[in-house]
């Protein structure tokens, strides 16, 4: 069975401070994103990257950086955590373009 | 520019009767496109998927959406409501190049 897997299911940070999510997936998937999800918002794109070391931004990079170290992991930074990074994290990953997403099952992220 | 718009955030219909989730899209190029399901506390689970090999698409749970490109729509229907319906759609396009576009959600309820 496919799986992406998040690190955490829930997190509070205070503002300020330096926060890593993690996303593991085990499908051997060039593909992989990070979403935050919002009511109302649907899902907005944050970064993906295609391939290891490569990475590019979506449509709301500001204030979050993210790493691609080994094929199967990608982390979301956020540099310097701020009440407004209070939301629902989906990471995700696929095989390429056209392809269905398979989703982890979220991290709620709470800055206070 | 891209875009997919999700003409109603709730619908709320009967167990058994038919439902009807809207979505328009706007692209320039033939664009891939999918229906996602949230179930309350899960993670995004595909519902179905149109590539341009056929226009009305067959999906799991009893789910099908039909592409019509005149109207640059991508509505998703289901002949009866059943309980376990209820959760939240998402219409997502994706126009290649790695850029996936989320509706904002319709979050359906479903009465007994």
């Known amino acids: 069975d496919v799986k992406v897997t998040q690190s955490s299911r829930y997190l509070v940070k205070r503002t300020g401070e330096k926060v890593f999510l993690e996303c593991v997936q085990d499908?051997?998937?060039?593909?992989m994103f990070w979403y935050r999800q919002d009511p109302g918002l649907g899902l907005r794109l944050i970064y993906f990257?295609?391939?290891?070391?490569?990475?590019e931004k979506g449509d709301i990079p500001e204030g979050y950086s993210v790493s691609r170290e080994k094929k199967e992991r990608f982390s979301l930074i956020l540099e310097s955590a701020s009440t407004n990074q209070t939301s629902m994290y989906l990471c995700?990953?696929?095989?390429?373009?056209?392809?269905?997403?398979?989703f982890g099952p979220g991290t709620r992220l709470t800055v206070l | 520019a891209q875009s997919v718009t999700q003409l109603d955030s709730h619908v709320s219909v009967s167990e058994g009767t038919p439902v009807l989730l809207r979505c328009n899209y706007s692209?320039?190029?033939?664009?891939?496109l999918f229906w996602y399901v949230q179930h309350p506390n899960k993670g995004l689970q595909l519902l179905l998927k149109?590539?341009?090999?056929?226009?009305l698409v067959k999906g799991i749970n009893g789910f099908e959406a039909e592409f019509k490109k005149s109207e640059t729509s991508f509505h998703l229907t289901k002949p009866s409501a059943h309980m376990s319906d209820a959760a939240e759609y998402f219409c997502?396009?994706?126009?290649?190049?790695?850029?996936?576009?989320f509706g904002a959600g319709t979050r359906l309820f479903v009465k007994a």
């Open positions: 692209s320039s190029y033939s664009p891939s």
């Open positions: 499908m051997d998937h060039e593909n």
């Open positions: 149109y590539t341009s090999a056929a226009t």
């Open positions: 997502v396009i994706d126009t290649g190049g790695f850029k996936t576009i």
């Open positions: 995700a990953s696929n095989k390429g373009s056209g392809n269905e997403q398979f």
């Open positions: 990257s295609y391939d290891v070391k490569m990475k």
